[in-house]
């Protein structure tokens, strides 16, 4: 059983910046990619970035030149390091990992942007 858990989410003032952080319970390599996900209140789940181990980093939307994605092979991890966060960035984040044709869901970190 794959397992991915978030940490870092929380409350922020427009402008500052948080850093979650994805605990994957295999060895993120044997994924084909890993990456973050956004669901704002009472929205779809959308991309927001993108690692493939095959391919270039993907960045979507607003984020672009604000988040930044990086892996840690030693300690599987995943992180979403967020700067300048503003209030449309609210909402539950989810890392996940696709392998085997399976894509596997951490349960989401509350990230919140208000002042």
């Known amino acids: 059983q794959v397992q991915l858990v978030e940490s870092g989410g929380g409350l922020v003032q427009p402008g500052g910046s948080l850093k979650l952080s994805c605990a994957v319970s295999?060895?993120?390599?044997?994924?084909?990619?890993v990456g973050w996900y956004h669901q704002a209140p009472g929205k779809q789940r959308e991309l927001v970035a993108r690692?493939?181990?095959?391919?270039?980093?993907t960045y979507v939307g607003s984020v672009k030149g604000r988040f930044t994605l990086s892996t840690d092979s030693a300690k599987n991890t995943v992180s979403l390091q967020m700067n300048n966060l503003k209030p449309e960035d609210t909402g539950v984040y989810y890392c996940?990992?696709?392998?085997?044709?399976?894509?596997?869901w951490g349960q989401g970190t509350q990230v919140t942007v208000s002042s």
């Open positions: 295999r060895n993120i390599f044997s994924f084909s990619a």
């Open positions: 690692a493939p181990f095959l391919g270039s980093l």
């Open positions: 996940y990992g696709s392998g085997g044709g399976v894509d596997y």
